[in-house]
T-cell receptor
Framework: DQQVKQNSPSLSVQEGRISILNCDYT??????FLWYKKYPAEGPTFLIS?????DKNEDGRFTVFLNKSAKHLSLHIVPSQPGDSAVYFC???????????FGKGTKLTVNP | NAGVTQTPKFRVLKTGQSMTLLCAQD?????MYWYRQDPGMGLRLIHY???????AKGEVPDGYNVSRLKKQNFLLGLESAAPSQTSVYFC????????????FGNGTRLTVT
């Protein structure tokens, strides 16, 4: 039973446009959410996070939005750059748990 | 500052063979993790440790054992490899507590024939 769902396996956008990656979760006990970026043959790297007490967190070109009532979060990348082409993983911590649960990932391709 | 280092980077095993994957971190992190990544499956937690001398099961622990004898090292063992264990294995570490982000190594690609 997948607790963190990324329903789009892939996404393709033009350079300079906005990329929106979506993530849904089923466990209402999740209280902290993270996005990771992964290039081929490398490990995932932490990108941005958000606590469940917030609905938005911004870091440069990256913004994460959280809608708790819908159990949905999204990562916005503006403007998108070819170097952003990677697999993006959504992940969640449950309060008091040491375990980070990942979604299956979305492959983003930014075309020049 | 190397971060999280995994050895080896690649390995091919025959069914039934055993091996140990090594993970070392130089960030003085308390928590360490082993994940596997399979196509279309994302990252799944195998085992983790919240401190030296402790280990706990994750989502897919069967067929694996782990040890955390030293704070900086976390070993993942396969006693009798099976083709279903063909995967990319990632080790990670974190400070622990307060939703600390995990820092990952670059992975070990294991093929079991």
């Amino acid at each position: 039973d997948q607790q963190v769902k990324q329903n789009s396996p892939s996404l393709s956008v033009q350079e300079g446009r906005i990329s929106i990656l979506n993530c849904d979760y089923t466990n209402s006990m999740f209280d902290y959410f993270l996005w990771y970026k992964k290039y081929p043959a490398e490990g995932p790297t932490f990108l941005i996070s958000i606590s469940s007490i917030k609905d938005k967190n911004e870091d440069g070109r990256f913004t994460v939005f959280l809608n708790k009532s819908a159990k949905h979060l999204s990562l916005h990348i503006v403007p998108s750059q070819p170097g952003d082409s990677a697999v993006y993983f959504c992940a969640a911590f449950q309060g008091g748990s040491e375990k980070l649960v990942f979604g299956k990932g979305t492959k983003l391709t930014v075309n020049p | 500052n190397a971060g999280v280092t995994q050895t080896p980077k690649f390995r091919v095993l025959k069914t039934g063979q055993s091996m140990t994957l090594l993970c070392a971190q130089d960030m003085n992190h308390e928590y360490m993790y082993w994940y596997r990544q399979d196509p279309g499956m994302g990252l799944r937690l195998i085992h983790y440790s919240v401190g030296e001398g402790t280990t706990a099961k994750g989502e897919v622990p069967d067929g694996y054992n782990v040890s955390r004898l030293k704070k900086q090292n976390f070993l993942l063992g396969l006693e009798s490899a099976a083709p279903s264990q063909t995967s990319v294995y990632f080790c990670a570490s974190s400070q622990g507590g307060n939703n600390s982000p995990l820092h990952f190594g670059n992975g070990t690609r294991l093929t079991v024939t």
